[in-house]
């Protein structure tokens, strides 16, 4: 079992910042990409950002240039740092991770929601 918690959602100004945090344990061997997704009322739920086990990283365009994803690999964990934060950003924010042992497998935090008030 995967286990991803999430903490650092919460309410905030149009424009202000917010720092998300991921940490994954259990059958963790293996771990490679890890990322954010979103999902908004009445929406489908959209990839944010993923980040690579070597660094590489991915961005929706819609937040490129305000939100850096991140990782500590001896810690498990995934961050997103997310500025100038408009309303539109408002969603339920899902950690994500695939694990590659022997196939691979996918698993999801339960969210985090995010509120950007104008």
């Known amino acids: 079992q995967v286990q991803l918690v999430e903490s650092g959602g919460g309410l905030v100004q149009v424009g202000g910042s917010l720092r998300l945090s991921c940490a994954a344990s259990?059958?963790?061997?293996?771990?490679?990409?890890m990322g954010w997704y979103r999902q908004a009322p009445g929406k489908q739920r959209e990839l944010v950002a993923t980040i690579t086990g070597t660094g590489g990283t991915n961005y929706v365009d819609s937040v490129k240039g305000r939100f850096t994803i991140s990782r500590d690999s001896a810690k498990n964990t995934v961050y997103l740092q997310m500025n100038s934060l408009k309303a539109e950003d408002t969603a339920v924010y899902y950690c994500?991770?695939?694990?590659?042992?022997?196939?691979?497998?996918?698993?999801w935090g339960k969210g985090t929601l995010v509120t950007v008030s104008l």
């Open positions: 994500y991770t695939m694990i590659r042992f022997f196939g691979a497998r996918e698993y």
């Open positions: 259990g059958s963790i061997l293996g771990i490679d990409k």
